[in-house]
């Protein structure tokens, strides 16, 4: 089954808000195994929002609104879909009762202008909205065309679609889905990692394959489309595990995994402890870290070094190994982990050391240059990297690189 | 001038990634005077690519697109676009050579599918991505209709657009402007700060107001829309101040304005330099602090005190006044202060412990309960909050806190 959406409303235009309603309708639509095959938005304009619900109901008879439900003059959505189907709007008894009384609760009266809202166009269901004033509505006209019209508040629109819509679109389907899956890499360009998967996108069809780069890495996403759901999961299962074989050691996870998730289990089963020593990242790594609910039995803490004299007097650098090197060098980050290490009484240690711009860059050391450096027991390991992007990209890679050097060096030590 | 914009990945309509590219050019371009008259999203297929370019040029004549750029497979809006425009694609030798400099810098051969990005259709004008491998293209076919292709990656999406399409934009444009301020506030509900703002809507009109609630605070938003641009300036500078003003002490700043970098900024002045101890926050503070450029000459660094004996350890808190009051307590938490202002030898600093969940809370100390306090010399403040949100809402809401307190201490001390 196929479909449009339509989003109304100007500040979605205007770039002033997010549109998290598409994106939501498409993640659950997906998983319904409905395929959202365009999505379009649109500013409260009455020509305008015509123009697009028709030509969406053109291509695919099944339309999708967000938008324009509201009682003010903007609002202008369910007009223009009734004169699209040729449906005059009627005013709705029992919406109207429902009306009232959602006023009468919250000790209001109702506003002249809310009774608008109890109009729905001829033959319309009525889909009750217990969050808000405007209920949704679902109109299908005599060529069995479907437009679905929901509100826009986020969570009245999220309401209407779990207990209204899905549960309606659900009949309606075959019995297929459309689900994606996803291997998570680090560490290699998106062209380098194509290389290594190579064109495999033929013998995987009607699976599609998308490369998603991020500051994380790349994801590798299989998707497939319109199969039976054991078809698909099976299918996608096999794709899975042929891209991991071909990402190898890039490859650190699959779907949701979070990289740091990852490394704090790998030393929560050997019960060790991790402390961090960060420069450029001023604090990122361990933010991060952090970021995972029940870091604190495996994560203590660490040293914000920002300035070199920290480095040394927190850390326990030699000032001498600065001057001979510079703060940016294999020995100190070496020598950041081992002051980790030591001043927390940790058996692991990650640090990180750079240059992330815009300023401060040399010929020798470009701006994007950073060592990173992670240390387990006795055993280091120290890494170079030329980073592209601005301050705040190269801080982020630095972080995801520095958490994958542990996971390797940890993947090693069995 | 109207336009439409095209975002194609099939992760957008399957609500994977939430489309910001979208929202950033609606942003820009209104601010330029370009009306987005409709945005549409596809996904990466060549029928539906071509459909919706070619739809959208009929109606506007001028198309922004946004991603498959990219060197893989799934990357195919050149193709598509050259094909509609009748203009064949061509070895582009300058982008060959940047690309093959791009890759010599990073110290990483040239992997041979990124050969496919020096390709361009027949007389486009070539938009240099400083960022990123893919470059820009505006292609104008025999009719004057223009499709410019942009990358998807936000950030090389975002510095083609300021660098390379608003400036040729400016230039077709007739005089009027969408243009918004903004006043940013922080410390006060949406709610409270509606009451003190008061109904000034009508009063402001044409202009119109928003309030945008976020971790970092609330945001006023003035918009005035199609005024000439010195009215629109001068309009917009009237509410802004009438909004400030009212606001009070809860405003720090205008439109991009970040709280750290104003911190910052006034310590500098005071020639002053600044630590953090950061227990729930896990080096999120510092974080925001590193991310402003030239945050080094003020901040060294701090010491991330996830675990009670770091606090005792590295910042000297003693070990009773945590057993006494428990780790997120007034009491510990200007200890932090103190152990941080005297390690790092500064004149400032700031402390954050809490419990940001989604375990750990207790009916005394719910989750979101956070002791913040901010020191400058002898002179110290203690404050504690129950945010509201899940884990990283609190956290992020506890650094912009911690900022927020000094920047008020350092406020009342001129």
Redesign the interface.
Not at 22 to 28: I, K, Q, T
């Given at each position: 089954m196929k479909l449009e959406v339509v989003t109304i409303g100007t500040?979605?235009?205007?770039?002033?808000?997010?549109?998290?309603n598409?994106?939501?309708?498409?993640?659950?639509l997906?998983a319904a195994g409905v395929?959202?095959?365009?999505?379009?938005?649109?500013?409260d304009r009455p020509e305008?929002i015509r123009a697009?619900v028709a030509?969406a109901l053109d291509r695919t008879g099944f339309v999708i609104t967000t938008g324009g439900l509201g009682p003010t003059r903007d609002d202008m959505t369910k007009r223009e879909v009734a004169e699209l189907l040729g449906k005059p709007l009627e005013l709705d008894a029992a919406v109207l009762r429902s009306l009232e009384e959602r006023f009468r609760r919250l000790g209001r009266p109702m506003p002249a202008v809310n009774r608008t809202q109890a109009e729905v166009p001829a033959g319309a269901t009525v889909l009750p909205n217990p969050r808000g004033t405007a209920p949704g509505l679902w109109v299908e006209d005599a060529r069995g065309r479907v437009v679905v019209m929901l509100p826009g508040v986020p969570s009245e629109m999220r309401g209407l679609l779990a207990d209204e819509v899905l549960p309606r679109l659900a009949a309606r389907t075959s019995g297929t889905v459309?689900r994606?899956r996803t291997v998570r890499t680090t560490g290699i360009?998106?062209?380098?990692l194509?290389?290594r998967v190579g064109?495999i996108?033929e013998s995987i069809a009607p699976l599609?394959?998308?490369?998603?780069?991020s500051t994380d890495g790349v994801e590798l996403?299989a998707?497939a489309w319109s199969l039976r759901e054991d078809e698909a999961e099976r299918r996608l299962a096999a794709v899975v595990a042929q891209l991991r074989d071909r990402a190898g050691e890039h490859s650190y996870g699959e779907d949701g995994t979070d990289l740091a998730a990852t490394v704090l289990e790998a030393l929560r089963r050997r019960r060790a402890r991790l402390a961090?020593a960060?420069s450029?990242?001023?604090?990122?790594?361990?933010?991060r870290?952090?970021?995972v609910?029940?870091?604190?039995d495996v994560?203590?803490?660490?040293?914000?070094?920002?300035?070199d004299?920290?480095k040394t007097a927190?850390l326990s650098v030699p000032s001498e190994l600065i001057r001979a090197h510079g703060a940016v060098s294999e020995e100190v980050v070496l020598a950041m982990t081992l002051g980790a290490q030591q001043?927390?009484a940790v058996e692991a240690a990650l640090a990180i050391t750079g240059i992330a711009?815009?300023?401060g860059g040399t010929a020798e050391k470009?701006v994007g240059t950073v060592w990173l450096a992670a240390r387990f027991g006795n055993e280091a390991r120290a890494l170079k990297r030329?980073f592209?992007?601005?301050?705040?990209?190269i801080?982020a890679r630095s972080a995801q690189a520095a958490l994958d050097l542990l996971r390797r060096l940890l993947a090693d030590k069995p």
């Open positions: 500040e979605l235009l205007l770039g002033q808000i997010l549109d998290t598409a994106a939501e309708l498409g993640r659950a997906a395929e959202v095959v365009r999505h379009s938005s649109v500013a305008t697009a030509e459309v994606s360009a998106e062209s380098a194509a290389e064109a996108e599609t394959l998308a490369y998603l780069p996403r998707t961090v960060e450029c990242t001023g604090g990122l790594l361990g933010a870290i952090t970021a609910p029940g870091a604190s994560f203590v803490g660490g040293v914000i070094a920002y300035d004299d920290v927190a001043r927390f711009g815009p300023t470009p030329v592209p992007g601005d301050r705040n990209e801080r």
